[in-house]
């Protein structure tokens, strides 16, 4: 098992819809969670972060995370196409000093 | 304001030639990183430094090394260049640990033939 997984899609939802993604993690003990963003050619950007269980709204943009199930999501409400991109989940592990990434999911919003 | 900055942005190397790839950051910050980035892999970490003077090694260090300059500049060094280093390369900063996430650089894509 990978120390953290995600579904590499494609995911296509229609423009103003709510768009899931979601991420599952090997390392019962960790405490750190990411969701980035990559547009193609581009560099991975930071979206939200995420510590503790319940969710995390930015906007929007909502983290959720539950350790007792070793998941973590993120919703895109009122998707636009300019949200189309891959989207990286990141683990800090127990004792590492760095983050592990999934694969990305690639998510299009169609107009 | 820069953040991090890579270069180059693009290379082809032939298959036994060295280069290295330069890192610098702005932020002050302690930790810095290197990944390479594959289709279907995902970012895969090749070595790190948690401070000046310190260099770890990651998941796929084999090939490379590294040079932590000072505490703004991290190099990685392709000794002889072999088409499985062709990749996407980003370099990566944060604070001591990376727990507020990373800054990344705009990455070098990089093709050995």
């Known amino acids: 098992q990978k120390e953290v997984e995600q579904n590499s899609g494609p995911l296509s939802v229609p423009e103003g819809a709510i768009a899931s993604l979601n991420c599952t993690y090997s390392?019962?003990?960790?405490?750190?969670f990411f969701w980035y963003r990559q547009y193609s050619g581009k560099s991975p950007e930071l979206i939200m972060s995420?510590?503790?269980?319940g969710d995390k709204e930015d906007g929007r943009f909502t983290a959720q995370l539950n350790k007792a199930s070793q998941y973590v999501s993120l919703l895109i409400r009122d998707s636009q196409p300019s949200d189309s991109a891959t989207y990286l989940c990141?683990?800090?592990?127990?004792?590492?000093?760095?983050?592990?990434f999934g694969t990305g999911t690639r998510l299009t919003v169609i107009p | 304001n820069a953040g991090v900055t890579q270069t180059p942005k693009f290379q082809v190397l032939k298959t036994g030639q060295s280069m290295t790839l330069q890192c610098a950051q702005d932020?002050?910050?302690?930790?810095m990183y290197w990944y390479r980035q594959d289709p279907g892999m995902g970012l895969r970490l090749i070595y790190y430094?948690?401070?000046?003077?310190?260099?770890d090694k990651g998941e796929v260090p084999n090939g490379y090394n590294v040079s932590r300059l000072n505490k703004r500049e991290f190099s990685l060094r392709l000794e002889s260049a072999a088409p499985s280093q062709t990749s996407v390369y980003f370099c990566?900063?944060?604070?001591?640990?990376?727990?507020?996430?990373?800054?990344f650089g705009s990455g070098t894509r990089l093709t050995v033939v």
């Open positions: 932020m002050n910050h302690n930790s």
């Open positions: 990141a683990v800090i592990l127990v004792g590492a000093n760095n983050l592990f």
């Open positions: 430094s948690a401070s000046e003077g310190t260099t």
């Open positions: 390392d019962r003990g960790s405490q750190s």
């Open positions: 995420i510590y503790s269980n």
């Open positions: 990566a900063s944060s604070e001591d640990r990376p727990n507020y996430g990373y800054t």
